[in-house]
């Protein structure tokens, strides 16, 4: 079967650094996004792999390597606004998209 | 820009009573898409379209039925509603398939009772 595995919750205190991780298992792979979501709100693009390495756009980063089916979500210089749900996602073979059930980001100050 | 709006916000709906949530974008986007969102799941594809016309069956399709009768309007209609449907509807629409950015609605909660 197909399968995203990302942890529940995580914690981290603002101004700090925090990696969230995604594994996953898909037949097949056409590129992998993360998704923001504040409480009660609707999901918001953050970034796109689709070849291995670090894409870095401000403050956030994002890791793929195809190979270990692994991807991370960096966030640098955690602000109080970061308190949200980090949603993995990745497209497989047949350009469908599989969702993780997302990672809620606490932060503390 | 508006960008993507669905309709109702929230309702409260009777078993086996039928309803339809509407969607309509306008960024002329070609492939549109109803998720369902549950606690501790992620987002599930009810349907999708790929382009105006055609529509596909997701993951959880069954008591669901869509249409796509222009590139704007996607609705999504509950025939006859059980409370297992009870969830938060999300929208979404893209450029092209499923390999670029998706943007979504505000989402609709539904509570069938």
């Known amino acids: 079967g197909q399968n995203i595995d990302q942890p529940t919750e995580m914690t981290a205190t603002e101004g700090a650094i925090v990696q969230i991780n995604c594994t996953y298992q898909?037949?097949?792979?056409?590129?992998l996004f993360w998704y923001q979501q504040h409480a009660g709100e609707a999901p918001t693009f953050l970034s796109y792999?689709?070849l291995d390495g670090l894409e870095e756009k401000g403050r956030f980063s994002s890791f793929l390597s195809r190979s270990k089916g692994y991807s991370y979500l960096l966030l640098k210089e955690l602000q109080m606004k970061d308190s949200a749900s980090y949603l993995c996602?990745?497209?497989?073979?047949?350009?469908?998209?599989?969702w993780g059930a997302g990672t809620k980001l606490i932060i503390k100050p | 820009t508006a960008g993507i709006t669905q309709a109702p916000t929230s309702q409260i709906l009777a078993a086996g009573r039928s309803m339809t949530l509407r969607c309509t974008q306008d960024?002329?986007?070609?492939?549109m898409y109803w998720y369902r969102q549950d606690l501790g799941l992620g987002l599930r594809l009810i349907h999708y379209?790929?382009?105006?016309?055609?529509?596909g069956k997701g993951e959880v399709p069954d008591g669901y039925s869509v249409s796509r009768a222009n590139t704007d309007d996607f609705p999504l209609t509950l025939a006859s509603a059980v409370p297992s449907q009870t969830s938060v509807y999300f929208c979404?629409?893209?450029?092209?398939?499923?390999?670029?950015?998706?943007?979504f609605g505000q989402g609709t909660r539904l509570t069938v009772v």
């Open positions: 979404a629409s893209s450029e092209t398939g499923l390999s670029t950015e998706a943007f």
């Open positions: 960024m002329r986007h070609n492939a």
């Open positions: 379209s790929n382009t105006a016309g055609t529509t």
């Open positions: 898909t037949s097949g792979f056409n590129g």
């Open positions: 792999n689709v």
């Open positions: 996602a990745v497209t497989d073979s047949n350009y469908q998209l599989i």
